[in-house]
């Protein structure tokens, strides 16, 4: 019973984004309904006198770090690139109540790189972020795997 | 084989919109895939020289109706009420390529209720508009029933 | 705790149908992964010395059924209509091993028809059909309701 | 847009239960993910000065009755009948720290009505229950709709 | 055409698990209707000659294999583990006609472990266990990969 | 932000197929809603003054390659080894529209393959086809990868 275990769960959000120059209709703010799937990997607690006998991480745990540095940032927000001009961006800032700046174009081959680095670093020691998987649509998805980039993380 | 069947067509677009003066999450602009289902009800064709044959409607014809006067309209836009201050309104017009101002808030209910009127108009003689169901999430969704609003249509 | 249920089960099945005559693609034989969602409606069975007890009907039953009339026949089929030419529809059957022969063009919607008559008389009494709905594609399906056909059945 | 809107919202819960008497294998204690759709009527709110405008009713509020009457009393229980003798049943309750002793058989039938009951007292006015789907395994459900049981509620 | 290919089927089942001393919501008998994707790897058979050309496996062969060894074991049943007192073990058993006692806690990550030592043994030669993916939830799911541990197996 | 990214498109189609020789359900002609995942994988685009700045490729390329290349070939088709005695594939080919000629038998292993073969010698440079997935039924499914494949692509 040692061995190595990947353990998923789905965190979904609704947002909106907008891709500055893009050629097509994404040009436009459109929202999106959002499926967060985060794989983690390690080895099940082998302990009887361990509460957490038997888990890689307690789901309670997964969820507020996945709560806390994604969904609390990200659901009912706008994502909107820093590259626009500062009136612009200034606009949507006064405009919506809840806009996220981040410093890169807000695809969901971007957003999931950006969450593979945010969710890794507060990970507790004995478990490792295996992959992310982003649905931007009901068929379509972005995914991010640790051995796809074993440098940058 | 004379019986009267209903016939379904699911129909996803990609929306953002924001709800004036609500006091929750909603109030941001956020964003949402939609799946809109549309059921029509009639009596299968019999009639053997007809192409259409065993059919309520074709659902090519179906098709066109639906994405002229839904999907064209709403996939990749801001849904915005006329009841924003002008000066507000203007702005959203300004910064997104793709608004669409409606003369109601815009909740999953009032939307669902103009996509019925919207749609019912269009349909081919014999044909009726049943329901729509309209999923704002992938777990909670408004409908219309043609039975529950007969003055209505 | 006397209320009148509607219970329903799904059955899928993998069948092939041509639609003879037709001015679109689907002239052409090709399949489609049904999905069958059988709904009867009744008033559960309330006597503590009923093993049924609780249930409108076991579902055990219900599947035997369902599997009997609708599944073993037309599960791995081929579905051609009687109004084909002779020797093109002895071609079908000698080329398929299982070829069924209906009197109507076999679409969703009379397809659906036909399983309602096929189903409705082989209840329980104290047991109803309610309705069909009959998934052709993930997003399309017709539906046969009692409710709509109240002479016919 | 003063129509009538159905709208609905999902609930899941795990929970296990044990069909007394039964002569299939439900006899035996066993679980499911259920999932609850629960479908209130009524008509959007018209006001421009009410923050739920273009709402029948917040989700919120809905999520508030459904959670505190249902899922926080079924989700992980084990749901067992008052029938069973009461050496049996006692065992039940010291065995498992959260059992629910019900008045009825608890099949998905006689649960789906019993929460119809649950939740209709406690919606605002102006909402009324509309129906009710449980769903006990991925392909069968039971359901309660008002218009089939108008003098039981 | 001598790719090697990787081929999964799902395999659902109802059951109820207590997870013994652990300090949340799961300590008390609940059930879940689990959903286990098998899948195994190969190259499909090119021989004109073989019935099974084409294929890696006959699906109905792992079918086989599936149900004898989980499927028929933990369907409609309670998972218990070994570590209870003895006593309160007994009672168990006395109380659900089908009770698995297994030598380790029952979680969704020792399951599939578990469940993989049991599907591996069995299969064919020229065939390999690639992974088992076991749903708990609907959200939720761990999973056992062979490359995450080649010498366990 | 310079990840490498897997990213997945999933294409639906309705195809009839047949298994010479096979010994069966699946040696007559039958159907299925087939469910093809095209996961490709790169680096996103990291330009600004690029109007695809953010993506691996843009899913309208991907799309337009797919399209050509798989659905407008197998959807609405009957596939039929080139195996088979001439006259009956003659037939075959009298009977239906669209018929698919391939010269292995039609399994969905093999179908993958060969889909494989096909869209990846289309991408653009800096686009790799990382793997496909093809659903049959709604639980079933075969796959290809790149990774288990490295010489044949």
Request: hydrophobic residues 35%; contains cysteine; proline residues 4%.
């Amino acid at each position: 019973m040692a061995s190595i275990i990947r353990v998923t769960k789905e965190f979904p959000f609704e947002m909106a984004h907008v891709l500055w120059n893009y050629d097509g209709p994404c040009r436009n703010v459109h929202g999106h309904s959002y499926r967060l799937f985060v794989t983690i990997t390690g080895t099940p607690i082998d302990d009887q006198g361990n509460p957490k006998n038997g888990m890689v991480i307690d789901f309670t745990d997964l969820k507020s770090i996945v709560k806390r540095e994604i969904v609390s940032v990200y659901d009912h927000s706008v994502v909107v690139s820093s590259r626009y001009e500062k009136a612009k961006r200034d606009q949507f800032v006064n405009l919506f109540g809840n806009t996220v700046i981040v410093d890169y174009q807000p695809t969901c081959e971007n957003l999931v790189s950006d969450f593979a680095e945010k969710i890794s670093r507060h990970l507790p020691s004995g478990v490792t972020l295996h992959s992310l998987k982003l649905y931007e649509t009901a068929n379509s998805f972005a995914e991010w795997f640790a051995e796809d980039n074993k440098r940058s993380t």
